[in-house]
């Protein structure tokens, strides 16, 4: 990979001031570490993207989006397009997040929707997947993630595959209550991730950054960032105090360089 990756969702936290502050202190925090080799992200609420992307220089901290509608405009009331992202300079777009599809239950078929409008529009889309624990068990999770993959991604073409991001995080991981998962764990699941974005593909789909996320924290992010098939934290809630993010992220880089996986 060109790059290491590290990004977190806010959730329904923060509100625009605690958001711009965040950023800002984020920003400084992680001033002089080398974007052409490390890449951050934070995805806020809607009601802090206009503030977010004006308060911080995307170069430094790209701003996403936790959702996007499927059409450049219609009756869909609710709904964002991604014309109205990119009128307040949003690139980047998550879609299928866990809670997205199980509390709200969008379908692979609708996050597919998503990803090709997107893609349309010049849009970076992260599309998360993820195996619930109930998968897990029955020993199903490589063909839960391989359908989530085929399906989200279907006719994305060949030429598209930069604006693509993965992000791998099992249901049963995250969350108030998520077990973190096992490096190994995780990084086997990240092997067949990678081996079906080739299948989809060919070899630019290695090409795409799959992110690991899952109750990353302190504590296992040393673990995981070394990991040979992981190309960046998706981070949760050890995250949402920007000191911490940055400590957390400054202490992966510094163990990276120890293990020798270096950026390309």
């Given at each position: 990979?060109?790059?290491?990756?590290?990004?977190?969702?806010?959730?329904?936290?923060?509100?625009?001031?605690?958001?711009?502050?965040y950023?800002?202190?984020?920003?400084?925090?992680?001033?002089?570490?080398?974007?052409?080799?490390?890449?951050?992200f934070?995805?806020?609420?809607?009601?802090?993207?206009?503030?977010?992307?004006?308060?911080?220089?995307?170069?430094?901290?790209?701003?996403?989006?936790?959702?996007?509608?499927?059409?450049?405009?219609?009756?869909y009331?609710?709904?964002?397009?991604?014309?109205?992202?990119?009128?307040?300079?949003?690139?980047?777009?998550?879609?299928?997040?866990?809670?997205?599809?199980?509390?709200?239950?969008?379908?692979?078929?609708?996050?597919?929707?998503?990803?090709?409008?997107?893609?349309?529009?010049?849009?970076t889309?992260?599309?998360?997947?993820?195996?619930?624990?109930?998968?897990?068990?029955?020993?199903?999770?490589?063909?839960?993630?391989?359908?989530?993959?085929?399906?989200?991604?279907?006719?994305?073409?060949?030429?598209?595959?930069?604006?693509?991001?993965?992000?791998?995080?099992?249901?049963?991981?995250?969350?108030?209550?998520?077990?973190?998962?096992?490096?190994?764990?995780?990084?086997?699941?990240?092997?067949?991730?990678?081996?079906?974005?080739?299948?989809?593909?060919?070899?630019?789909?290695?090409?795409?950054?799959?992110?690991?996320?899952?109750?990353?924290?302190?504590?296992?992010?040393?673990?995981?960032i070394?990991?040979?098939?992981?190309?960046?934290?998706?981070?949760?809630?050890?995250?949402w105090?920007?000191?911490?993010?940055?400590?957390?992220?400054?202490?992966?880089?510094?163990?990276?360089?120890?293990?020798?996986?270096?950026?390309?």
């Amino acid at each position: 990979m060109k790059k290491v990756y590290f990004g977190t969702n806010l959730k329904m936290y923060k509100n625009i001031q605690q958001t711009v502050d965040y950023l800002k202190e984020l920003e400084k925090g992680t001033e002089l570490i080398n974007r052409e080799e490390y890449e951050f992200f934070v995805i806020p609420s809607y009601i802090s993207l206009p503030s977010a992307t004006n308060s911080v220089s995307q170069d430094k901290i790209r701003i996403g989006a936790q959702n996007m509608g499927w059409e450049e405009e219609g009756q869909y009331t609710g709904e964002i397009s991604p014309r109205m992202l990119d009128e307040i300079s949003v690139k980047l777009v998550m879609v299928g997040h866990s809670e997205r599809r199980h509390v709200f239950r969008e379908t692979d078929e609708e996050e597919n929707k998503k990803v090709l409008c997107g893609l349309k529009h010049g849009l970076t889309m992260l599309l998360c997947i993820g195996e619930t624990e109930n998968e897990k068990e029955f020993g199903i999770s490589n063909e839960v993630l391989r359908s989530q993959l085929i399906k989200g991604l279907h006719c994305v073409r060949k030429e598209e595959v930069k604006k693509i991001w993965i992000a791998y995080e099992p249901v049963w991981a995250i969350g108030v209550n998520g077990k973190p998962a096992s490096e190994e764990y995780a990084n086997s699941k990240h092997k067949v991730i990678k081996e079906c974005l080739i299948d989809i593909f060919g070899e630019c789909g290695l090409e795409i950054p799959v992110l690991y996320g899952g109750s990353v924290n302190p504590q296992n992010a040393d673990s995981l960032i070394t990991q040979e098939y992981i190309d960046g934290l998706f981070v949760g809630r050890s995250a949402w105090n920007a000191e911490q993010f940055s400590s957390l992220i400054f202490k992966s880089i510094d163990t990276l360089k120890k293990h020798n996986k270096k950026v390309m």
